[in-house]
């Protein structure tokens, strides 16, 4: 089993984080003011149903609010469909986010594991993923991945989801990041996980709107799924400020497309410049980060590596807790051009 270590646990300050995959941009313009200026209604009880919020991505997504349950980060629903659903088997595709290990096993079920390949920087291999479903009542899917940024895109996936269903198993979709690639604009997946009633799509709000201390996240799918999740959640799950961050930030269109668009300026850039640097293979993302792996350097892991880039105020995500990974392997998001530049060269000076 894995140990349980995830990014942003660096306790320093004045440290450039780069083992935390949020947007780079920072907060949408004007919420931190509307958030300071709304700050009475903590002395309210939340609304227990998050019906704005859930009304703003009906709207958003073309669905209605009985599809959607609202999560006190999208982590609430990846440990709550095991439990609703009561999965005995469960396949995840390796490697990835450790926590669905953690769910799996939380609810008393055992989990397989279908591992990807490194030389096919660890893109699933569709046609041998399908073999081993009809033996899992679920699996995990994380598109794009985490740590490895590959993603699949909207064909396979539904394909993928159509053959879960033959076998009576669901798909878990964890969508985190989708936000940040431009399949996040493709509708077909959402409309068919609202009919098919075997598929549930999970998403973030706080990874692409920087906002993980308030923790906000959500479901979509059938409105029989959607109701065995809600039956379990907690009252009052969401807090008052999340949901008025949550209502505002959607509301904020030329934010989302800067995003993107900055995202997919600064991973490239980042690809290329780390990629050229002697003794490190990096590998293809879509995602707002990149995986990469020590070869002939002469720093033995990442773990040393992280300590030698902390001399410079840096701080990076070691994985070789992920199954399926290596000490030699590690993760670092996608910053604004000159804290990439500053890993970069960080980086360079650890290995002369």
């Known amino acids: 089993m894995t140990d349980r270590i995830h990014g942003g646990n660096c306790l320093r300050r004045n440290i450039i984080d780069f083992s935390v995959n949020t947007n780079p941009l920072g907060l949408p313009k004007g919420l931190s003011g509307i958030i300071s200026k709304n700050t009475d209604i903590i002395l309210r009880y939340p609304d227990s149903s998050s019906e704005r919020l859930k009304g703003r991505l009906a709207a958003l997504h073309d669905i209605e609010p009985e599809n959607i349950a609202i999560g006190n980060?999208?982590?609430e629903?990846?440990?709550?469909?095991?439990?609703?659903f009561k999965i005995k088997k469960a396949l995840i595709i390796t490697p990835t986010f450790s926590e669905y290990e953690f769910a799996v096993r939380s609810n008393g079920s055992v989990p397989a594991f279908f591992n990807t390949c490194e030389k096919d920087d660890f893109k699933i291999d569709c046609g041998k993923l399908a073999e081993h479903l009809p033996r899992h009542d679920a699996?995990?899917?994380c598109n794009p991945n985490n740590p490895t940024g590959a993603i699949l895109h909207s064909n396979d996936v539904l394909c993928l989801s159509r053959l879960s269903k033959k076998h009576n198993g669901l798909l878990i979709l964890d969508e985190a990041f989708i936000e940040f690639t431009e399949e996040s604009r493709n509708a077909a997946i959402i409309s068919y996980a609202v009919k098919s009633g075997t598929l549930v799509i999970l998403?973030?709000?706080?990874?692409?709107?920087a906002i993980p201390g308030l923790r906000l996240g959500y479901a979509i799918g059938h409105k029989r799924i959607i109701e065995k999740i809600t039956k379990l959640q907690y009252p009052w799950n969401i807090n008052s400020l999340a949901q008025l961050a949550g209502v505002k930030a959607l509301t904020d269109k030329g934010y989302i497309d800067q995003t993107r668009l900055?995202?997919?300026?600064?991973r490239q850039y980042m690809f290329e410049k780390l990629g050229n640097v002697k003794g490190l293979k990096v590998?293809?993302?879509?995602?707002n980060f990149i995986l990469c792996k020590l070869q002939s350097t002469p720093i033995y892991s990442s773990i040393e590596l992280t300590q030698r880039l902390l001399r410079d105020g840096i701080y990076i995500r070691a994985c070789g807790n992920f199954r399926g990974l290596n000490d030699k392997f590690f993760r670092v998001a996608v910053r604004r051009r000159d804290d990439n530049n500053l890993l970069i060269n960080s980086i360079k000076k650890a290995f002369q």
Do not use: N
Request: a positive charge; zero cysteines.
């Open 73 to 75: 980060g999208s982590i």
């Open 77 to 84: 629903l990846v440990y709550l469909v095991p439990r609703a």
């Open 139 to 141: 699996f995990f899917l």
């Open 203 to 209: 998403r973030s709000l706080t990874k692409f709107f």
């Open 262 to 266: 900055f995202v997919a300026k600064e």
């Open 283 to 287: 590998y293809p993302s879509s995602a």
